[in-house]
């Protein structure tokens, strides 16, 4: 594994991939310090013009703008009281109160610290935990390949935002989404209806375009016009001292622990691992009264699970092919985009990109540092300007991606289609997240389906005719039972109880 992982910084390390990495994390922290652009927004955005490079660059850029975004978030966040991204909101309870207080360097240089650690410590869990589990994905049939994807279609269903119901709702449409097209076995025609243009599917890039790119757009078009005041006109990074950073360590562990492990469960990312992290360093605080009134703990821990959280997602990404949060849902989509299957092969199929991919997370975490250190006075004046111009530019951007698809304005129209769907549901309160992974994971799990019937002469059986396999049916089986049993406590609990008009003689 070593010299896998030392291979993998040689080629990182080379001019054009570092420079990738580079242009991806500045992006990244661009993105995330304007309220508005989002992770998988910017990831949508770059994604076409990664289409002519090898897959190792392009994805590297990716990963950039997945880790810059996460540092980027704070500085709106602290400055505004506008978090850049949904995982730094919990960054302005503490860091907003200290820039008030005139100490706004200060508060984003322990914002830059804990996302600093937080990503380092993310990373060396990472490197230990993918290659053990892609040892044992590797060893895997085609029932337990499909298997894992329901079992992450169930998991992100359960653990996004909002109810399981609607989670479950928005993987059917992306899985009948998935369908469209011709059969690959038979060669049938499915839900076309007529259109020449759907034999092939539904373009996968205007679906990631409309769901994340115009989707959002339309969701925050209230910004434009927007020009925002900063809480301080003086503001320079200013990095904590050595002692000041040692005096930390049980915030900057506290955060990297539960970044990690809660980014490691599909669906919930660095949003819900940053409120957990902030209530449990508030919990053991010795002062837990000057939480929300500028404590730097308050800052150091949740920006430590926010970056902590790209370590954390990778490995279901890098290992099962499910992935952690948004922004790693639109990276998977790149691997397809790429012609690279994701998946519990992919470590046997692609070592030396996965181990590529790895080091220029760690390189990106770095650079993100260095970038924020130096150049932080460009994204403190880009929070200040008109943003007016920005939206129009992802739309068009969005456009001409889903237009080098095909080289038609076909999927143009799917975007703009798929978009106000997302947009739509988006409002209802469903996660466009769960369609995406509905499109990602259908054609692997219709696959593997059918060769699982095949191999077991059409015995459905073969999906519980092992250990490991009666395990994943078990926690989707588990997972529906809990639903089932919040939804009748829900029912319970918003019953009124019923009226007794009797009195004592009656």
Known sequence: MLDALFNGFLTAFEPWNFAMIFVGTFVGLFAGALPGLSSPM????????????????????????????????????ILLRTPGTPGSACTALDGFPMAQEGKAGHALGYATLGSTTGGIFGWILAIIFIPLLSTVAVKSG??????????????????????????????F????????GLDKIDGSERLTFGVIDLMSGVPFAAALTGFFGIAVVLSDVKLVGRKEVLVTDNVNLALPSFRECTARWRAILTGSFFGTGIGAIPGVGAEGATWVAYASMRGQSKNPENFGKGEPDGIV?????????????????????????????????????????????LMRTSEDLVFGILAGLLIATILMFLIAWKAIWIFIYMLQQDRSWLFPMVLVLACLGAFATMGSVFPIYVAII?????????????????????????????????????????????????????????????????????QLTRAAQAEPPASDNTTIGD
Do not use: C
């Open 42 to 77: 910017a990831i949508v955005v770059l994604l076409p013009l990664t289409f002519p490079m090898a897959p190792l660059p392009a994805l590297l850029v990716l990963i950039g703008v997945y880790v810059g975004t996460k540092l980027g978030g704070s500085f709106s966040a």
């Open 142 to 171: 085609p029932a337990d390949i499909a298997l894992v994807g329901i079992m992450g279609l169930f998991m992100v269903s359960a653990f996004v935002r909002g109810s399981m119901m609607r989670g479950l709702m928005g993987v």
């Open 173 to 180: 449409l992306g899985l009948l989404i998935s369908t469209v």
């Open 301 to 345: 821990a949740p920006e430590a699970t926010n970056n902590a959280t790209t370590g954390g997602t990778m490995v279901p990404m890098l290992t099962l092919g499910i992935p952690g949060d948004g922004s790693t849902a639109v990276i998977l989509g790149a691997f397809v985009l790429h012609g690279i299957e994701p998946g519990v092969m």
């Open 418 to 486: 798929l978009g106000v769907v997302g947009f739509l549901l988006e409002k209802a309160g469903f996660p466009v997240v769960t369609i995406v992974l509905g499109i990602i994971l259908g054609p692997i799990i219709e696959e593997n389906i059918r060769l699982g019937l095949i191999l077991s002469g059409d015995q459905w059986s073969t999906f519980v005719a092992t250990w490991p396999r009666l395990g994943l049916v078990s926690v989707i089986v588990l997972l529906l039972a809990w639903e089932a049993y919040k």
